[in-house]
């Protein structure tokens, strides 16, 4: 298995840009997290997630409640783990913030109608 990962990382990584809805987006989200649960976790799973979560983005700009969904279910615990992670992923996490940010932003232009 370990010698299929860059492997699968390309395949997840080619999945996250041609995605055309979130429910993809979730489904590959969750295939990370499998990667990024085990105790030798890649550094390129936490990019890949914080890929797949501004690849949401697209999907979520005129739907604010889809994003809040996708926060609170699949965003924030990665950010409130954030002390536990091994120090090559403080990058992703850094990333995944920024991802927070921004969907937030999205949510509240459509929210005030901007």
Same mark, same amino acid.
């Given at each position: 298995?370990?010698?299929?990962? !860059?492997?699968? =990382?390309? +395949?997840? /990584?080619?999945? &996250?840009? %041609?995605?055309?809805?979130?429910?993809?987006? &979730? %489904? @590959? &989200? #969750?295939? @990370?997290?499998? =990667?990024? *649960?085990?105790?030798?976790?890649? *550094?390129?799973?936490?990019?890949?997630?914080?890929?797949? =979560? %501004?690849?949401? #983005? /697209?999907? +979520? /700009?005129?739907? !604010? +409640?889809?994003?809040?969904?996708?926060? @609170?279910?699949?965003?924030? !615990?990665?950010?409130?783990?954030?002390?536990?992670?091994?120090?090559?992923?403080?990058?992703? @996490? +850094?990333?995944?913030?920024?991802?927070?940010? %921004?969907?937030?932003?999205?949510? &509240?232009?459509?929210?005030?109608?901007?």
């Amino acid at each position: 298995m370990m010698n299929d990962i !860059p492997n699968d =990382f390309y +395949t997840l /990584r080619q999945r &996250i840009d %041609q995605s055309t809805h979130n429910g993809e987006i &979730i %489904q @590959i &989200i #969750q295939e @990370i997290a499998q =990667f990024i *649960s085990s105790d030798n976790a890649d *550094s390129e799973a936490y990019d890949l997630l914080a890929d797949a =979560f %501004q690849a949401s #983005q /697209r999907f +979520t /700009r005129k739907n !604010p +409640t889809s994003g809040e969904h996708i926060i @609170i279910e699949y965003l924030l !615990p990665y950010l409130e783990q954030d002390r536990d992670v091994p120090e090559k992923a403080s990058y992703a @996490i +850094t990333r995944l913030r920024e991802c927070l940010v %921004q969907l937030g932003r999205n949510s &509240i232009r459509v929210l005030v109608g901007h």
